[in-house]
């Protein structure tokens, strides 16, 4: 039986990505969320590590350099459910959006966040920063430019 779980690891100021590539490297499933070009982490401090806790036991995990340790409720680690990890990837995987991947002029865009979710546009062109586009929306029936913010508010439509 496979006894695996999602934890989470809080880890040392700025170490989050230092921890990550020392997970890795001892075989470990990890997941580091992370934001825009920079790679922000999502979560600043902390990331998820998937393992059996009865085979790696915690010294691993709250020793390693970079780590404050597993977060724990009590004596155990809290167990993130897995379907909290899928969503987390599911809303990253919005945010980045399908702009992040080189969208076109003219692509059919719906606004699914933010003060103007709900409309429909047409995708006009990128803006200042990697994470702001301008689109086209049908008011009143007048297309009118809009910023349309960071890039999580367009989705193709």
Request: aromatic fraction near 10%; include cysteine; glycine fraction near 14%.
């Given at each position: 039986?496979?006894?695996?779980?999602?934890?989470?690891?809080?880890?040392k100021t700025h170490k989050e990505s230092a921890v990550y590539g020392r997970l890795l490297a001892q075989g470990i499933t990890v997941y580091l969320p992370c934001l825009g070009h920079g790679r922000r982490?999502?979560?600043?401090?902390?990331?998820?590590?998937?393992?059996?806790?009865?085979?790696?036991?915690?010294?691993?995990?709250?020793?390693?350099?970079?780590?404050?340790?597993?977060?724990?409720?009590?004596?155990?680690?809290?167990?993130?459910?897995?379907?909290?990890?899928?969503?987390?990837?599911?809303?990253?995987?919005?945010?980045?959006?399908?702009?992040?991947?080189?969208?076109?002029?003219?692509?059919?865009?719906?606004?699914?966040?933010?003060?103007?979710?709900?409309?429909?546009?047409?995708?006009?062109?990128?803006?200042?920063?990697?994470?702001?586009?301008?689109?086209?929306?049908?008011?009143?029936?007048?297309?009118?430019?809009?910023?349309?913010?960071?890039?999580?508010?367009?989705?193709?439509?």
């Amino acid at each position: 039986m496979n006894g695996s779980q999602w934890y989470a690891l809080q880890t040392k100021t700025h170490k989050e990505s230092a921890v990550y590539g020392r997970l890795l490297a001892q075989g470990i499933t990890v997941y580091l969320p992370c934001l825009g070009h920079g790679r922000r982490p999502y979560f600043p401090g902390y990331l998820f590590v998937h393992a059996d806790l009865h085979e790696t036991g915690l010294g691993r995990f709250n020793w390693l350099p970079g780590s404050k340790g597993l977060v724990q409720f009590g004596d155990w680690p809290a167990v993130v459910p897995a379907a909290v990890v899928e969503a987390v990837k599911q809303s990253l995987a919005v945010y980045e959006g399908q702009v992040a991947r080189g969208m076109e002029r003219g692509t059919a865009v719906a606004i699914v966040s933010g003060p103007l979710a709900g409309y429909e546009g047409v995708f006009e062109r990128y803006s200042s920063g990697k994470e702001r586009v301008i689109v086209l929306l049908s008011l009143l029936q007048k297309r009118v430019a809009v910023g349309a913010g960071v890039v999580t508010a367009v989705a193709p439509g």
